[in-house]
């Protein structure tokens, strides 16, 4: 495997995420292999890989919303725990999985998860973060009747309510249109102080976003890269996963 900048972490300071020795089984199938690494705090991380890697296994585990089949995962030093809502409190995810109640309104739904997350100021907060997502016009609507990109901009706005430490998202980008994908970016460049865990297929905004790479295979960490240059990224992660033309990533800058 490649290690390009890693940083020493000591025990007062830890990682913002820490992922040892993670394996993820169902049945006799092994989604994700044994994968360590940690996440500095600030940092912003792209899991890349080919379908079924085990990326969205990997950051679903890192949610807490599924349990490593060994191995453990710490967010700011503490291992995560099923009902330890003090540390999930600090993670906001997005998934494929937008988790939104259709039958709410959009500003329902957020209001149901800032009771649920004890957010100060609920109503303000949920004004605040429909606004940074684009969707301050259509907070009594009905999800019901959103586009996936709309959903997706609604999942995100749930996940930011609490106000995060870490922000977790599955494919950001996919299904966003260039207004949406803009609005993401911005969002995220408010969050530059906070530490961010993507997985994407989308290559060129993948490099353009992260400050390190994780190279993902078959359930392996293949290759963690610092991140600068698209086109090295894209040569170092074709040296990696093969030139098999239905396992390159989209948006590659090198084609
Ligand atoms: N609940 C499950 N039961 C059985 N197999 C599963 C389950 N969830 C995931 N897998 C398998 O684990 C492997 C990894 O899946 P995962 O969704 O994590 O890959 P991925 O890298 O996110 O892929 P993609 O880029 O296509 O989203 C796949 O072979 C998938 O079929």
């Known amino acids: 495997m490649t290690a390009v900048g890693e940083r020493a972490e000591t025990a007062s300071n830890p990682p913002a995420i820490a992922v040892e020795d993670v394996t993820k089984s169902y049945g006799h199938f092994t989604a994700v292999d044994g994968l360590s690494f940690a996440v500095e705090r600030g940092s912003t991380v792209g899991l890349f890989g080919p379908n079924g890697a085990g990326k969205t296994t990997l950051l679903r585990m890192m949610a807490g919303l599924a349990r490593p089949t060994r191995g453990t995962i710490t967010v700011d030093g503490v291992e995560l725990a099923p009902d330890d809502y003090a540390t999930y409190r600090t993670i906001g995810v997005v998934t494929h999985e937008t988790m939104l109640y259709d039958d709410l309104t959009a500003r329902e739904n957020l209001r149901f998860h800032a009771d649920?997350?004890?957010?100060?100021?609920?109503?303000?907060?949920?004004?605040?973060?429909?606004?940074?997502?684009?969707?301050?016009?259509?907070?009594?609507?009905?999800?019901?009747?959103?586009?996936?990109?709309?959903?997706?901009?609604?999942?995100?706005?749930?996940?930011?309510?609490?106000?995060?430490?870490?922000?977790?998202?599955?494919?950001?980008?996919?299904?966003?249109?260039?207004?949406?994908?803009?609005?993401?970016?911005?969002?995220?460049?408010?969050?530059?102080?906070?530490?961010?865990?993507?997985?994407?297929?989308?290559?060129?905004?993948?490099?353009?976003?992260?400050?390190?790479?994780?190279?993902?295979?078959?359930?392996?960490?293949?290759?963690?890269?610092?991140?600068?240059?698209?086109?090295?990224?894209?040569e170092a992660y074709r040296r990696t996963i093969g030139v098999d033309s239905e396992r390159e990533p989209r948006g590659d800058p090198a084609r």
């Open 116 to 234: 649920l997350h004890g957010v100060d100021d609920p109503a303000d907060r949920c004004a605040s973060v429909l606004d940074t997502v684009g969707l301050s016009r259509r907070g009594s609507d009905r999800p019901a009747a959103f586009s996936h990109g709309l959903r997706k901009r609604l999942s995100l706005a749930r996940a930011l309510l609490h106000d995060p430490e870490v922000l977790l998202l599955d494919e950001p980008y996919t299904g966003l249109d260039q207004h949406s994908a803009a609005d993401l970016e911005a969002v995220l460049d408010g969050f530059d102080d906070r530490t961010v865990v993507l997985t994407t297929h989308d290559l060129e905004r993948g490099v353009a976003r992260c400050d390190r790479g994780l190279v993902v295979d078959r359930g392996r960490l293949e290759a963690d890269l610092a991140l600068g240059d698209a086109a090295s990224f894209a």
